[in-house]
């Protein structure tokens, strides 16, 4: 009966390796303490295991939701960013992915956005922190970069730019100082050039991988996930290469025709 299918126990062997940052790593690790503090089944997939290993994300769904709140308030009326905090804490591609599938985007979007809060506030270095934080959490951090490549070509006080951007790479550093001394390289080689540019990247193989994004309506309507797969004889990994490349440039120059010096330009682009 059903109750036997739940009694079921199932030790799956040992398979993978971490491909997560040294600040996420630090995350699970202390996950992992919490939850064998509270569960003496040390089973996965239950209550309390999700709600252990989650709270991390919806923890910082509040914190993006705030977070976008204040951006709003620096351009626009109070009224205004109150809206904002409530529809993206109640964006169901932002809450399904914490609370209900237990992803890590909010982890990584949380900090971002606060960089980008700093960044309009004209506090560079504090923005960077935050950027390296991100980047100690998520390799997709790095498509951050753009970001700060518009903050260098429209905005003044470059040097301040640069050493925001320079504190960004000392915090992850410092962040993987343990990890380096134990392994040198091996933790950006796992978690960044695998992840990215590996032979075995997951992003290398597949269109998406769940995400709300273009592609996952590409898998509704071809029932397909495969990248290598060719649209018009063109693989549809390179026509994603093409559509990222062009929407950056795109928004890079209309971004500096129109709002060169105004600080929306920099939320624009972001």
């Not at 970069?145 to 470059?158: K, Q």
């Not at 050493?163 to 915090?171: P, S």
């Not at 993987?176 to 796992?190: D, G, I, K, M, Y």
């Not at 898998?219 to 929407?247: F, P, Q």
């Amino acid at each position: 009966g059903l109750g036997d299918v739940y009694k079921r126990q199932a030790q799956r062997q040992y398979d993978r390796i971490c491909n997560y940052p040294p600040l996420s790593a630090y995350i699970f690790w202390l996950s992992g303490l919490i939850f064998e503090a509270v569960s003496a089944d040390r089973l996965i997939n239950t209550l309390t295991s999700h709600a252990v290993f989650s709270s991390w994300s919806i923890m910082c769904d509040f914190l993006l939701a705030w977070g976008c709140a204040a951006i709003v308030r620096q351009v626009g009326r109070p009224a205004a960013a109150r809206w904002t905090y409530a529809l993206v804490l109640l964006a169901p591609p932002l809450w399904w992915d914490s609370v209900v599938w237990g992803q890590y985007e909010s982890v990584v979007l949380a900090p971002a956005v606060w960089m980008l809060y700093f960044m309009l506030r004209g506090r560079r270095l504090s923005a960077g922190v935050l950027w390296g934080l991100a980047l100690g959490l998520k390799p997709q951090a790095i498509l951050l970069v753009p970001v700060w490549a518009y903050a260098v070509i429209a905005g003044p006080r470059r040097l301040q730019v640069a050493a925001g951007a320079l504190a960004a790479l000392i915090v992850l550093a410092g962040v993987a100082l343990p990890f380096t001394a134990n392994s040198r390289a091996a933790w950006f080689e796992r978690s960044y050039w695998d992840n990215i540019f590996g032979p075995d990247s997951l992003y290398g193989h597949y269109t998406t991988l769940g995400a709300f994004n273009l592609w996952y309506v590409d898998l509704l309507l071809s029932d397909s996930l495969s990248a290598e797969r060719t649209w018009l004889n063109v693989a549809k990994r390179t026509w994603g290469k093409l559509l990222l490349g062009t929407a950056l440039l795109a928004g890079l120059i209309l971004t500096l025709r129109r709002w060169r010096r105004d600080p929306r330009g920099l939320i624009a682009v972001s």
